[in-house]
Structure formats: structure tokens, C-alpha cells
């Protein structure tokens, strides 16, 4: 399966600003997933980034919010946009089936 | 819209007891059921997973049981130890394709009594 390196682990940031959480993976993948989980909840997923194609975003996430990025088969970024403190949450990426989750990033907006 | 629901929130047991954890998925072409464990401060873990060909699996303590009909499958844990307490999530495969994007059940918590 294939294991996937994600950054930042974690930050704050201030209401307003934008942060673009990065997913490396060790070898070319068809999809990635991008999930969000908020404080004592469950996943959500936000959408799926497919190479060379729009990202495809699942009922109330749309992309003026979370922009995502698909350069090539093992690089996927999450832009996390104009952030209130409500977009305090666990965000992970994935690459679907049996793989890991990548290590999560955990957001919190001050 | 897709959904899957996720029996009982907390869980309860005495050390060596069983735990039972319940999901109903709602998607017809649902077709991979994985489960993780979630400790804290953790990433969730694939702990099993079942696919619809198949009615049950079993890993040394811990089995999983899918009824497609009905679109329920389970998780069984036995012989339960205090490290088992965690958060549990079932998830399923959402559409027709391969690519095994999730919906998520809300979570179980799982606590294991010395």
C-alpha cells in the first residue's frame, strides 16, 4: 500500500489567512482523497483530486474554499481559504482502499 | 445523499468481555467496508476490512460480518483488553468504482474496564 507523507502536522493560524496543507505519496496513485474531521467527530470527506482534472467536491465544500492542486500521480495540496475558527479541524488525506491515512493535519484558527 | 449509521456512540465492557459495534450503510453499489481505530491524538488505523464477496472475516480477535441484503455488517472484538479502548469508525466504499472513497459512521467509544 502506499504511504503517504503529509505537512504541516500542525498549526495556527490567524482568521482571515489561508493554509495549504501539502500530500507526498511514494508511488503514483489514480485518486486521492482529501477528508476533514472536526473536534470529536467523525470524517467528512471534501473531495477527490484527480491528475489533470478539476477536483471532484462532495455537498457543502466547494472549491473557492478548499482550492486543491493535482500536478502529477504522487502530489496532492489542500488550501484551506479565508479560515474562520470553525474550520478548526483535523484534515487527511488519502489515497483510498487499504493504504494509511496520511499523518493529519490539525488546524486550529485563532 | 449516501449514509451510514454507526450503533451504539459509547460502548462499555468489562475486561474479557465482547464488544459488538453495528453500521447500516445506505448505498446499494457500497462494496468495501474497512473499520479503524482511532486512539487519541491519533490518525485512524485500518484495523479490517470486508469486501461484498465476502460474509465474514476474522483476524485473531477481531471479525467483521457483512449481511448485503440487509446492508448491515458489524464488529466483533473478544476478549477484550484495556489497550482496545479507542474510538471506532466503520466506513463505505462510496459508487460503483474502485477507487473506495469513504462515508464514514459517526464513531463508537470504546472503553475496556480493567
Known amino acids: 500500500s502506499a504511504v503517504i507523507s503529509q505537512k504541516p502536522s500542525r498549526d495556527i493560524c490567524q482568521r482571515g489567512t489561508s493554509l495549504t496543507i501539502q500530500c507526498q505519496v511514494d508511488?503514483?496513485?489514480?485518486?486521492m482523497f482529501w477528508y476533514r474531521q472536526q473536534p470529536g467527530q467523525s470524517l467528512t470527506l471534501i473531495a477527490t483530486a484527480n491528475q489533470g482534472s478539476e477536483a471532484t467536491y462532495e455537498s457543502g465544500f466547494v472549491i473557492d474554499k478548499f482550492p486543491i492542486s493535482r500536478p502529477n500521480l504522487t502530489f496532492s495540496t489542500l488550501t484551506v481559504s479565508n479560515m474562520s475558527p470553525e474550520d478548526s479541524s483535523i484534515y487527511l488525506c488519502s489515497t483510498g482502499g487499504t493504504s494509511p491515512f496520511g499523518s493529519g493535519t490539525r488546524l486550529t484558527v485563532v | 445523499g449516501e449514509n451510514v449509521e454507526q450503533h451504539p456512540s459509547t460502548l462499555s465492557v468489562q475486561e474479557g468481555d465482547s464488544a459488538v459495534i453495528k453500521c447500516t450503510y445506505s448505498?446499494?453499489?457500497?462494496?468495501?467496508f474497512p473499520w479503524y481505530k482511532q486512539e487519541l491524538g491519533k490518525r485512524p488505523q485500518l484495523i479490517i476490512d470486508i469486501r461484498s464477496n465476502v460474509g465474514e472475516k476474522k483476524d485473531q480477535r477481531i471479525a467483521v460480518t457483512l449481511n448485503k441484503t440487509a446492508k448491515h455488517f458489524s464488529l466483533h472484538i473478544t476478549e477484550t483488553q484495556p489497550e482496545d479502548s479507542a474510538v471506532y469508525f466503520c466506513a463505505a466504499s462510496i459508487g460503483m468504482d474502485s477507487s473506495y472513497k469513504l462515508i464514514f459512521g459517526s464513531g463508537t467509544r470504546l472503553l475496556v474496564r480493567p
Open positions: 448505498d446499494s453499489a457500497s462494496n468495501y
Open positions: 508511488s503514483q496513485v489514480t485518486m
